[in-house]
């Protein structure tokens, strides 16, 4: 039982969107070892399916899998189409389905650019009017949007990624503060790095230290949920410090400790735009600064 949201796990419905791998993945099965029957939505239909089996096996809860591309716009209608067709209604909705693109923002074809808005942001608060209707109108549940460490400051060669997530923190936070009274208790989580398939692809350098599982970014996800959080911070302590810098410096100086922090990350070269201000003490201090988080 989630003492704050009065959401019970067990024998209700938990609609997990991204849980054919990675973070989404773990969130269904921690779930389903509370008792919850989950809905498990993505576009691998396979996966899902081998995953629905194995939770209801193991936990003797029901599993329903809906394959669906969640950059499509009709995809959350579709959703609510099915799951009424079944009767289910969703008590606690993860919306965890994402993608980042790295690099720079003019090295993606504009429809990448446009799926990882759809993805991200269009999809999420779709399915969150959706459920939170329902939600709202039988006075309890919960929902979750999986923001990031992202979401606190502009992100160059992660630039749209980064304004997604910036948009998925801050909405939560609004929407809970006006679902509260309506028994709907909704929080965003902020993961830093986590080893799921998110960088596949990419050509980041980070080794297998810098990340978090996806088991404790859940668990710690959860136990902030229950604890009636409107964020949750569930990366090590210097992701959190590094998401106070916003807070504290001119925004001139958070891009410029950002862009070289995608650099540190391997995700472009930072080096080129250090040399182009070599006596600049804005970008020294934000170098020295970027090596430090
Ligand atoms: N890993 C990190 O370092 C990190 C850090 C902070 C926040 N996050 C956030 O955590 C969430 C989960 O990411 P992850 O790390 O677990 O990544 P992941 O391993 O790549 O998993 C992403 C999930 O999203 C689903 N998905 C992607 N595009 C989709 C689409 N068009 N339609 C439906 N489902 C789609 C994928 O399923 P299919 O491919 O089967 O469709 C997969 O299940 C994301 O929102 C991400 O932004 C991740």
Known sequence: MSKFSHLTYRGSYALVTGASKGIGKVFAEVLASRGMNVVLVARSKELLSA??????????????????????????????????????????LINNAGFGLSGSFLSHDLKQEEEQIQVNVQALTALTHIFGSS??????????NLASNSSFQ???????????????????EAIQHELAAKGVHV??????PTATSFF?????????????SSLSVVEKTLESFDRGKSVAYPGRASVRVATWLSRFLPRSLVVRIAALATGKMGLHNPRRHISDH??????????????AV
């Open 51 to 92: 995953h629905a089996h194995s939770l209801s096996e193991k936990y003797g809860i029901r599993a329903v899998t809906i394959g669906a591309d969640l950059a499509s716009p009709r995809a959350p209608f579709d959703i609510r189409t099915e799951l009424a067709s079944q009767n289910i209604e969703i008590d606690l």
């Open 187 to 192: 929080m965003a989580s902020c993961p830093g």
């Open 135 to 144: 939600m709202a109108a039988r006075g309890r549940g919960g929902i979750i």
């Open 200 to 212: 596949d692809g990419t050509s980041t350098n980070m080794s297998s230290r810098d990340f978090d």
């Open 278 to 291: 070599p006596s600049d003490l804005a970008t020294r201090i934000a170098k020295r600064i970027a090596e």
């Open 154 to 172: 502009p992100l160059p060669y992660m630039a749209g990624y980064a304004a997604t997530k910036a948009f998925v923190l801050y909405f939560s």
